[in-house]
């Protein structure tokens, strides 16, 4: 489940530089990561929040914490509920929730506290100071010496311990976002997802042009587009057309043809429908090769590439196009649909 933040605060810092497998233990559970590989180092706020997380157990035993990732602005955790829980979930992110809360208050109201310190201690080294200065008034009272505030309270600010510098607000969002696992495999993908966290925000930070949507005019038609737009101004493309009713024995090679082609630098655009087609795509990414690819669907507003997808997005191999808005419902790729998207493959080159 995931846990976003709105309290303008920072949980963590992105790190690329590479941290000792002793401190990754302590960001980081499940899978270990590669040494050099980016990773999240938790601020004062991001570690406390880590122990509430760390905590759960100890107040629901059901539970048991399968991996989790802090990021700057979030949280992922695994639960494991290895038996019937005695509350809802919602009630158990609650309790999290309010214990972050409680700590963050806490450490606004001690930085309240030493803000004030700090500023007492000045003032009286500003008296200090005044007081021995030789063109000082001898009879100058001491609630009137330069920099003085009376009644000894912060400037602006508030007398420490008193109700008004108890800090009020929410750390979390409203909700949360949870997902049950049941499929095969499901459990490793999504270990491996909350791994590679750090990882994918940094390549989307380094290329954030290539991690979002925008709309383009292109072959004279308005599209939403996703990635690399510079691979629409490749100096070869070729559309990726290959018949489900051809013989095996042309199917192989025109798709030998196109991976050819591909490899020497053409560009390859299609909705890549058909087995020939899938097996083109396929290939052109285990093999780093760049493709263009038509989807009968618009993107979501957090949309954001999957595997091989996703690493083709952050080495600009990747550029995805849709004529169509966004749909929450299914999507069924009829006759009509497979033809468009293969008519605007050619005129895109």
Same mark, same amino acid.
């Given at each position: 489940?995931?846990?976003?933040?709105?309290?303008?605060?920072?949980?963590?810092?992105?790190?690329?530089?590479?941290?000792?497998?002793?401190?990754?233990?302590?960001?980081?559970?499940?899978?270990?990561?590669?040494?050099?590989?980016? @990773?999240? !180092?938790?601020? =004062?706020?991001?570690?406390?929040? $880590?122990?509430?997380?760390?905590?759960? +157990?100890?107040?629901?035993? #059901?539970?048991?914490?399968?991996? @989790?990732? !802090?990021?700057? =602005?979030?949280?992922?955790?695994? $639960?494991?509920?290895?038996?019937?829980? +005695?509350?809802?979930?919602? #009630?158990?992110?609650?309790?999290?929730?309010?214990?972050c809360n409680k700590k963050w208050r806490l450490m606004q109201e001690e930085a309240q506290r030493q803000e004030a310190q700090r500023g007492e201690a000045q003032r009286g080294e500003t008296q200090r100071q005044n007081r021995w200065a030789p063109d000082q008034a001898p009879d100058q009272a001491p609630d009137q010496t330069p920099g003085h505030v009376p009644g000894g309270s912060a400037a602006g600010g508030s007398v420490p311990g008193s109700s008004a510098a108890r800090v009020r607000g929410l750390l979390w969002e409203q909700g949360y976002h949870d997902r049950i696992l049941s499929g095969e495999g499901q459990l490793q993908r999504l270990v491996d997802y909350i791994r590679e966290n750090p990882r994918r925000s940094l390549m989307r930070r380094q290329h954030a042009d290539w991690f979002r949507p925008f709309s383009i005019t292109a072959a004279g038609t308005n599209l939403q587009a996703y990635g690399n737009l510079e691979l629409l101004h490749a100096p070869h493309r070729q559309s990726v057309r290959i018949s489900s009713r051809i013989t095996e024995e042309e199917r192989n090679r025109q798709q030998q043809e196109l991976l050819s082609a591909a490899r020497q630098g053409t560009v390859l655009i299609s909705p890549f429908i058909s087995t020939g087609e899938r097996f083109v795509e396929e290939t052109a990414l285990q093999e780093y090769l760049p493709i263009v690819k038509l989807l009968p669907n618009g993107f979501s507003p957090y949309y954001k590439p999957q595997g091989h997808y996703f690493e083709a997005c952050s080495e600009g191999r990747l550029l995805l196009l849709t004529p169509y808005p966004y749909s929450t419902q299914k999507v069924v790729l009829t006759r009509a649909v497979c033809n468009y998207l293969n008519v605007l493959a050619a005129r895109l080159c």
């Open positions: 489940m995931g846990f976003a933040d709105s309290g303008g605060c920072t949980c963590g810092t992105l790190e690329s530089a590479r941290v000792d497998s002793g401190s990754l233990q302590m960001h980081a559970r499940g899978p270990t990561v590669a040494p050099n590989g980016p @990773r999240i !180092l938790p601020s =004062d706020l991001g570690a406390a929040v $880590l122990q509430e997380v760390d905590g759960i +157990p100890h107040y629901y035993p #059901q539970i048991t914490i399968i991996a @989790r990732q !802090l990021m700057p =602005d979030h949280l992922h955790i695994l $639960l494991y509920v290895t038996r019937p829980l +005695p509350v809802h979930l919602g #009630q158990v992110v609650a309790g999290f929730k309010a214990g």
